[in-house]
Nanobody, 127 residues
């Protein structure tokens, strides 16, 4: 069983930055591909960023490319999302997802790819 706990959300003005963290309680964190998704009020959960097991591959939704950076520290069982130049449309609950995989360089970008989820952290960007 994998437990994920997100933190780092909050209220920020347009153009500001936040760094989200996701702590994973699992013995073999490096066996899991990780991702961030978000869900705005009244909308479906959507993919934001993904990173492969050992961090060799990353991918992003087009709307955050150049502004967000996903990273991981396998020694600490942590994955991060650095969010810069935030916009009001980034307002959402952000969720961390984990998927066990043998593929070292593959990222996964759909909700159904992930078996484990955290409880989410709220990010609000004011205009």
């Amino acid at each position: 069983q994998v437990q994920l706990v997100e933190s780092g959300g909050g209220l920020v003005q347009t153009g500001g930055s936040l760094r989200l963290s996701c702590a994973a309680s699992v013995r073999t964190f490096s066996s899991y591909a990780m991702a961030w998704f978000r869900q705005a009020p009244g909308k479906e959960r959507e993919f934001v960023a993904a990173i492969s097991r050992i961090g060799v591959s990353t991918d992003y939704v087009d709307s955050v490319k150049g502004r967000f950076t996903i990273s991981r520290d396998n020694a600490k069982n942590m994955v991060y999302l650095q969010m810069n130049s935030l916009k009001p449309e980034d307002t959402a609950v952000y969720y961390c997802g984990a998927r066990n995989t043998v593929r070292t360089g593959t990222v996964f970008k759909t909700i159904l790819d992930y078996a484990y989820w955290g409880q989410g952290t709220q990010v609000t960007v004011s205009s």
